[in-house]
């Protein structure tokens, strides 16, 4: 009830706003004696199904997506990412660079997706988080998804804090055509991100954990395999391929997530959403929440309207569910 209440109180809250307002990149040093997560873990590896740290210790990364890079650019900027490290408490921003849609997207525009990276991976850096470099295609593009990686890796190989997704949510296609993909896409990476997390895509929008744990791929190391929940729709069906990945030692990672239905509208139910958070905590795995967008849809987590610069975001400018993100990062859930 306590959660409910909470809920219902934030709700209220936020509908009675409406927002007006309209090189290699040096690590971060953290002030005082905080850390920032990267001096406290620095370069991330996988033993067994979890992911570690330089100290060997089980490490769960937390964070925001932000939207689709040809859709929602002006929010890729460096005061935006300082507002998830700093006041947000995010480990972990996903920067989804968006394929086959329109004219800015990578497959049209690839000087904007490049540049677009540059900006999300110094600011990344600079404030001292982690930062999922997500091919947000759902088509089989491997083509060009080679060129894309082998020029991000090729100039940021050498930082301990870049974790490459390498193909958003395949739609209706197979295990085998996801795990051919990867196998050819990886050693690209790996040429320059020899030791870099990999997140390797699951058939039918990242659900098809099951079929990943039944045939993992096994001639390289240091992957994780995608996990997309929007918990308002998916419950106990996708969690028992969850947990029967997990019994398999198959090493997961939640690279986007919602409480909202798939669609990304609708409800919030948010008894199914705890219910992730604690499968994700009792299993170590790290989980990311979308959107950092400002479309008129529950899972944006901004206004219509909100200025580009983060350093601007006053409170009227977080919808409810952007307020309730923020929540779980500040609490560690």
Request: glycine share 6%.
């Given at each position: 009830?306590k959660?409910?209440?909470l809920?219902?109180?934030?709700?209220?809250?936020?509908?009675?706003?409406?927002?007006t307002?309209q090189?290699q990149p040096?690590?971060a040093?953290?002030a005082?004696?905080?850390?920032?997560?990267v001096?406290?873990h620095?370069?991330?590896?996988?033993?067994g199904r979890?992911?570690?740290?330089s100290?060997?210790e089980k490490?769960?990364l937390?964070?925001?997506?932000f939207g689709?890079?040809?859709?929602?650019?002006?929010f890729?900027n460096?005061?935006?990412v300082?507002?998830?490290?700093?006041?947000?408490?995010?480990s972990v921003?996903r920067c989804?660079?968006?394929l086959d849609?329109?004219?800015?997207?990578?497959?049209?525009?690839?000087?904007l997706?490049?540049?677009t990276v540059?900006?999300m991976v110094n600011?990344?850096?600079?404030n001292g988080?982690?930062?999922?470099?997500?091919f947000?295609?759902?088509?089989?593009?491997?083509?060009?998804?080679?060129?894309?990686f082998?020029v991000v890796s090729?100039?940021y190989g050498?930082?301990?804090n870049i974790?490459?997704e390498?193909?958003?949510e395949?739609?209706e296609?197979?295990?085998a055509?996801?795990k051919?993909?990867?196998?050819?896409l990886?050693?690209v990476?790996r040429?320059?991100a020899?030791?870099?997390?990999?997140i390797v895509?699951t058939?039918?929008w990242?659900?098809?954990v099951?079929?990943a744990?039944?045939?993992?791929?096994?001639?390289?190391?240091?992957?994780?395999?995608s996990?997309h929940h929007?918990?308002a729709?998916h419950k106990e069906?996708?969690?028992d391929?969850a947990?029967y990945a997990v019994g398999?030692?198959?090493?997961?990672f939640?690279?986007?997530?919602?409480g909202m239905?798939?669609?990304?509208?609708?409800?919030?139910?948010?008894?199914?959403?705890?219910t992730?958070?604690d499968?994700a905590?009792?299993?170590?795995?790290?989980?990311?929440?979308w959107?950092?967008?400002?479309k008129k849809e529950?899972?944006s987590m901004?206004v219509p309207?909100t200025?580009?610069d983060g350093s601007?975001?006053?409170?009227e400018?977080?919808?409810?569910?952007g307020?309730?993100?923020r929540h779980?990062?500040?609490?560690?859930?």
């Amino acid at each position: 009830m306590k959660k409910i209440f909470l809920f219902c109180a934030i709700v209220a809250l936020m509908l009675s706003y409406s927002c007006t307002h309209q090189q290699q990149p040096q690590q971060a040093v953290a002030a005082g004696n905080e850390p920032t997560p990267v001096e406290q873990h620095g370069a991330l590896s996988v033993q067994g199904r979890y992911i570690v740290d330089s100290k060997g210790e089980k490490v769960q990364l937390r964070g925001v997506s932000f939207g689709w890079h040809n859709w929602w650019h002006r929010f890729f900027n460096e005061a935006a990412v300082t507002k998830m490290a700093k006041e947000w408490k995010a480990s972990v921003v996903r920067c989804s660079i968006g394929l086959d849609l329109d004219d800015n997207c990578y497959d049209k525009n690839p000087e904007l997706a490049y540049a677009t990276v540059d900006s999300m991976v110094n600011a990344a850096v600079k404030n001292g988080i982690y930062i999922i470099v997500d091919f947000h295609s759902h088509k089989n593009n491997l083509p060009l998804a080679k060129e894309f990686f082998g020029v991000v890796s090729k100039k940021y190989g050498n930082i301990p804090n870049i974790i490459y997704e390498i193909w958003n949510e395949p739609l209706e296609v197979e295990w085998a055509e996801t795990k051919a993909y990867s196998e050819e896409l990886i050693p690209v990476i790996r040429a320059n991100a020899p030791d870099a997390i990999v997140i390797v895509p699951t058939p039918r929008w990242d659900q098809e954990v099951d079929k990943a744990a039944d045939d993992p791929i096994t001639k390289f190391g240091n992957l994780v395999y995608s996990l997309h929940h929007y918990s308002a729709t998916h419950k106990e069906y996708l969690l028992d391929k969850a947990r029967y990945a997990v019994g398999k030692g198959l090493p997961l990672f939640i690279s986007e997530s919602g409480g909202m239905l798939h669609t990304g509208d609708g409800i919030l139910d948010m008894d199914s959403w705890e219910t992730w958070l604690d499968f994700a905590r009792e299993n170590s795995i790290s989980w990311v929440a979308w959107s950092i967008s400002d479309k008129k849809e529950t899972c944006s987590m901004l206004v219509p309207g909100t200025p580009a610069d983060g350093s601007q975001w006053t409170e009227e400018c977080i919808k409810p569910w952007g307020v309730l993100v923020r929540h779980y990062l500040q609490t560690g859930r």
